[in-house]
């Protein structure tokens, strides 16, 4: 079981493609689209896994309770988008949400569930935010589901991950260290 899911981690990794993740506005708007957009971008990948992960480091309450803020929360950041307000440094936020989630899982940080959601909850607004302002003018509803569901099943393989190799155990903080370290050549590249 460990062997598999250190390979699935590897593939996951190795087809990641940052450059990938913010597609032609025009081509937005299906259910297809939003479940493709998140998988697309190292950035997107690396942030999405990183939340199941430390969701699963803390436990509990938190296998549910962080991942569910992620994605609602980001949901608000995708509205607030296509209402047209104004939010600043959302590209620099979004990578820093990479090496901040790495990191707290590399560190193995336990904060309660509630302010663990609440950290979560902040990066997404700009994960969310991104969403909607490449959008465009093409239809929001579908798209917006098919990125959520996408973006769940992302904190889902983290959670599997996270509990397959032990939750606070080496290997899950080892890949807390890689995300972060991605974060970071993504800053730079």
């Known amino acids: 079981m460990l062997r598999r899911s250190i390979l699935t981690a590897a593939t996951l990794a190795a087809a990641t493609a940052p450059a ?3 597609m032609n506005p025009a081509e937005h708007g299906s259910f297809m689209a939003g479940v493709s957009h998140p998988l697309f971008g190292a950035d ?4 999405m896994v990183a939340v199941g992960l430390w969701a699963a480091l803390i436990g ?4 549910w309770l962080v991942p569910s803020a992620f994605v609602g929360t ?3 950041g995708f509205a607030l988008a296509l209402s047209g307000v104004s939010l600043p440094f959302v590209e620099p936020a979004i990578l820093a949400s990479v090496v901040a989630l790495g990191l707290l899982v590399a560190l193995a ?3 309660p569930t509630a302010l663990s959601a609440v950290v979560v909850g902040l990066f997404a607004l700009f994960h969310g935010y991104a969403h909607g302002g490449e959008l465009g003018g093409a239809g ?10 996408s973006t769940a ?10 509990r397959s190799l032990g939750g606070s155990g080496l290997l899950p903080r080892l890949l807390g260290g890689a995300t972060a370290l991605g ?3 993504l800053m730079v590249g």
């Open 153 to 162: 099943v992302l904190h889902g393989l983290g959670l599997v991950l996270g």
């Open 109 to 111: 940080v336990r904060l």
């Open 183 to 185: 974060g970071l050549a």
């Open 20 to 22: 990938f993740a913010h």
């Open 44 to 47: 997107h990948i690396l942030a």
């Open 140 to 149: 929001a509803g579908s798209f917006a589901f098919g990125f959520a569901l």
């Open 60 to 63: 509990g309450r938190a296998l």
């Open 74 to 76: 980001m949901l608000v």
